[in-house]
């Protein structure tokens, strides 16, 4: 599923993937560097990662994830 969410004043494209081990930001939030680091996808694929946003709080409505 993808959706805009707001994070500190920013829009950021996020992309919710229940099959993946890992869900997708745009590199903008990306605030920690993590060459190397893959991600396996619903396909069973590895996709590289050039850095990730940890612990990154996400709300839809009410509901907090």
């Known amino acids: 599923m993808q959706l805009q969410i707001v994070h500190n004043n920013t829009t950021l494209?996020?992309?919710l993937d229940s099959g993946s081990t890992h869900?997708?930001?745009s590199e903008t939030a990306a605030t920690v560097p993590c060459l190397?680091?893959?991600v396996c996808v619903?396909?069973?694929h590895g996709l590289a990662c050039s850095g990730?946003?940890?612990a990154m709080p996400v709300q839809i409505d009410d509901q907090a994830f």
Do not use: C, K
């Open 23 to 25: 869900n997708f930001i």
């Open 36 to 38: 190397g680091h893959i």
């Open 42 to 44: 619903a396909n069973g």
């Open 13 to 15: 494209l996020v992309l």
């Open 52 to 54: 990730i946003a940890p």
